[in-house]
């Protein structure tokens, strides 16, 4: 067959793209895309996102719907609503004023939470900022490791009431108390933390071409740390609902004005052999807060750790 005769459909021109040489095989990676594939594959977690989930709609509506006023003893008077145990009228009974626990418990979730997120957010911010330059400057860990030394030797718990007492007792001043010293926690462990990735070979090459000690913070360290981050978050909340709920207990943080969990309970204290749902409803809630939340955090943390994504 000579040239001529060759049809001309047989052979199609093939058009050469340098650009193609430069296409990665490799599948398309999206962090945030993983780190929530890797959370939603847990059931547990995902259970206890819901669970925590239908706690703080509860904490946050019902008081708005109800229009509740725990201050409110308009029962203190008729016997007959005392000490009612769970029913479908009062889903966990009435104490001994004839409030309904219902009521008084989801008012005093929202407090607690309150309190718990607006310290844990405090304590964070402070902690993270003051953390990261901590652990960047020299000249700063040197007088940053004498006041942490300082603080450290004395009980938190401690510092919380002596703080309560002088400030006396009210949401912001327990806020402050909470917040006041547990951000040099934050700060030293994210010290060591940017101790560990400040001296890798791309920071020490980001410092020798100019970029300032803010922008390599920003750029370079603070996206490792997001499993770190989001760990002291899910341990911090739960540890402030536990504070709260203590000082609650023996009287301090707190007005009677303000309802919250750990007055709750220590008001039921009294009547834990007479009146045992009074006591243990209000604690099972907190505990279920706090367990909700610390595995969903960890869930979080670990899902949100670039080394336990798989591409």
């Known amino acids: 067959m000579t040239e001529k005769n060759?049809?001309?459909?047989?052979?199609?021109?093939?058009?050469?793209?340098?650009?193609?040489?430069?296409?990665?095989?490799a599948p398309k990676y999206s962090y945030w895309g993983s780190v929530f594939k890797r959370f939603f594959s847990s059931k547990t977690a995902i259970i206890m996102l819901i669970v925590f989930s239908f706690v703080v709609v509860m904490s946050i509506v019902h008081p708005i719907i109800s229009g509740y006023n725990?201050?409110?003893?308009?029962?203190?008077?008729?016997?007959?609503?005392?000490?009612?145990?769970?029913?479908?009228?009062?889903?966990?009974?009435?104490?001994?004023?004839?409030?309904?626990?219902?009521s008084l418990v989801w008012s005093g979730a929202r407090t607690s939470l309150f309190i718990a997120f607006t310290a844990t957010v405090i304590e964070i911010v402070i902690g993270v900022i003051v953390g990261m330059f901590w652990g960047f400057s020299k000249k700063v860990d040197v007088v940053m490791i004498e006041v942490y030394n300082?603080?450290?030797?004395?009980?938190?718990?401690?510092?919380?009431?002596?703080?309560?007492?002088?400030?006396g007792a009210g949401v912001w001043q327990l806020i402050f108390a909470l917040s006041?010293?547990?951000?040099?926690?934050?700060?030293?462990?994210?010290?060591?933390q940017v101790m560990i990735i400040r001296d890798r070979e791309y920071n020490l090459a980001s410092k020798n071409l100019g970029s300032s000690t803010s922008k390599i913070i920003k750029n370079n360290i603070l996206p490792y740390l997001i499993s770190v981050l989001v760990t002291i978050i899910s341990r911090d909340v739960p540890s402030f609902i536990s504070y709260e709920v203590f000082l609650g207990y023996i009287g301090v943080g707190l007005t009677e004005e303000v309802a919250s969990l750990g007055r709750v309970v220590q008001q039921s204290s009294k009547f834990m052999q007479s009146a045992p749902y009074l006591f243990v409803i209000p604690v099972f809630v907190t505990a279920l807060i706090s367990v909700s939340l610390y595995i969903v955090g960890q869930t979080l943390a670990d899902a949100s750790d670039p080394r336990n994504h798989m591409i």
Do not use: Q
Not at 71 to 98: E, Q
């Open 150 to 167: 300082i603080i450290a030797n004395v009980p938190f718990t401690l510092i919380v009431m002596v703080l309560s007492f002088a400030l």
């Open 6 to 25: 060759i049809p001309s459909d047989l052979f199609v021109p093939y058009k050469v793209d340098d650009s193609e040489s430069e296409k990665i095989a």
């Open 180 to 192: 006041c010293t547990n951000w040099i926690f934050t700060a030293y462990f994210i010290r060591v």
């Open 70 to 102: 725990h201050m409110n003893i308009a029962n203190i008077n008729d016997k007959s609503k005392w000490f009612l145990r769970p029913s479908l009228a009062h889903p966990f009974g009435t104490d001994d004023v004839g409030r309904d626990l219902f």
